[in-house]
DNA sequence: CCGGCGATGGTCT
DNA sequence: GACCATCGCCGGC
C-alpha cells in the first residue's frame, strides 16, 4: 500500500493550535532528499505551544529574529537549534501574526528506513522516538526554516491512512520548566497509543 | 530500567 | 554570560 503524499492545505494549519496538534497524529512527514529519494514517517508525538500567553511558547517573549516566522502565517516550517546539537522541527499554526505551532516530538518510519537508519545509525527503537531525534533520521535542519509546507516539493505533511484502532493520549509538555506552572501542567502533548486490547 | 550530568552553539541581556 | 521545547553515556540497582 502506497503511503499518501499529497499535501495538507493552508486550511489545515490555520486552526487553533491543540486542535492542529491532536489532528497532526498519524498524519505523515516527508522529505523528499537531494538525491531524489524519498522518506516518509507517520507523526506518533506532538506538542502545541499556543500563542503570546503561553509563557512556554517562543512566542510569549516578543518577535525577534529567531522567533519571526512563528509569528507569520501558518504552514510554514520553524526549525531552530537547542542545546548547541539538535535541531527542533515545528509547524506554524493559527493565524499571521499570532506566535503559535506544533513541535513534532515523535515518528516512525514509513518509506525509506534503510536510508535514516544510515542517517542516524543506532538501534532501532532509538531512531526517531525524540524531537532532536527524528530530525536528524530525516535529514531536516534549519535550512528549512520558513520553508512552506504545503507546496510538497521537498518538506511537507500529508494525511496518513486511517488507523482507527490506535487512540489520542495527552499530558504535560516536556523540558518547559521555566514556564509559569499553568502552562507547565497544561496537557498540550499529544501522541498515539495502541490499543488497551 | 532509571537518574544524574556534560556536551555544545545560537540567541538574548 | 546565562539560558535552552535534548540526547547519550555512565553508574547503580
Redesign the pocket.
Known amino acids: 500500500m502506497r503511503p499518501l503524499t499529497k499535501p495538507l492545505p493552508r486550511d489545515f494549519y490555520a486552526r487553533p493550535t491543540i486542535e492542529v496538534a491532536r489532528d497532526l497524529l498519524g498524519c505523515h512527514l516527508c522529505h523528499r532528499l537531494p538525491d531524489g529519494e524519498l522518506l516518509v514517517a507517520r507523526i506518533t508525538e506532538t ?1 502545541a ?1 499556543d500563542g503570546p500567553s503561553d509563557s ?3 512566542g510569549a ?1 516578543g518577535r ?4 519571526d516566522v ?1 509569528f507569520g502565517p501558518p504552514g510554514h516550517a520553524y526549525i531552530y ?6 535541531e ?1 522541527f ?1 509547524v506554524v499554526t493559527d493565524r499571521d501574526n499570532y506566535p503559535a ?1 506544533v ?1 513534532i516530538r515523535g515518528i516512525e518510519p514509513v518509506l525509506g528506513e534503510a536510508r535514516m537508519c544510515q542517517l542516524r545509525p ?1 538501534p532501532r527503537r ?1 531512531l526517531c522516538n ?4 527524528l530530525t536528524r533520521a530525516m535529514n531536516i535542519d534549519r535550512r528549512y526554516h520558513g520553508l512552506d509546507l504545503t507546496t510538497g516539493d521537498t518538506l511537507w505533511l500529508s494525511e496518513g491512512a486511517s488507523d482507527e484502532n490506535y487512540r489520542i493520549e495527552s499530558g504535560p509538555r ?3 520548566d ?1 514556564a509559569d506552572e499553568i502552562h507547565r501542567l497544561a496537557p498540550w502533548r499529544f501522541w498515539l497509543a495502541p490499543p488497551p486490547n
Open positions: 506538542e505551544y512556554a511558547c517562543h517573549k525577534t529574529a529567531r522567533t512563528l537549534l537547542i542545546y548547541g546539537m539538535y527542533l515545528n505551532g513541535l543506532v532509538n525524540g524531537p532532536g531525534k516536556i523540558g518547559i521555566y
